[in-house]
């Protein structure tokens, strides 16, 4: 059974940066896109980020784009993704998932999901 783990949230400060990692173990069959979501207190989790199996193409939210960069980084076969002007917010939970859908605009959507990772927080304030 695969799962998913993220890594690397905490604290920054306004205008800072942290960089996100998502780790799979276990075995894993067929084709998947990989990507990351975001979720506030009392509001819907939304796509940020993702980056395509085939040709590392990638898609970014309007609200993180040039701010966000997705990677994978295949010697540790991980996804990172590297936040960077970070603005203030209360604490989001960011998560790794999976999927069998495209990354695209119109496709990665929460439930379209295959796999999700626990999450891990990340709280911006000064």
């Known amino acids: 059974q695969v799962q998913l783990v993220e890594s690397g949230g905490g604290s920054a400060q306004p205008g800072g940066s942290l960089t996100l990692s998502c780790a799979a173990s276990?075995?894993?069959?067929?084709?998947?896109?990989i990507g990351w979501f975001r979720q506030a207190p009392g509001k819907e989790r939304e796509a940020v980020s993702c980056?395509?199996?085939?040709?590392?193409?990638?898609y970014y939210a309007d609200s993180v784009n040039d701010r966000f960069t997705i990677a994978k980084d295949r010697e540790k076969n991980t996804v990172n993704l590297h936040l960077k002007k970070l603005k203030v917010e209360v604490t989001v939970i960011y998560y790794c998932?999976?999927?069998?859908?495209?990354?695209?605009?119109?496709?990665?959507?929460?439930?379209?999901?295959?796999?999700w990772g626990r999450g891990t927080p990340v709280t911006v304030s000064s």
């Open positions: 276990g075995f894993l069959s067929g084709f998947y896109d």
């Open positions: 998932a999976w999927s069998t859908w495209v990354c695209d605009q119109y496709r990665w959507l929460a439930a379209h999901m295959n796999i």
């Open positions: 980056i395509s199996r085939i040709d590392d193409s990638t």
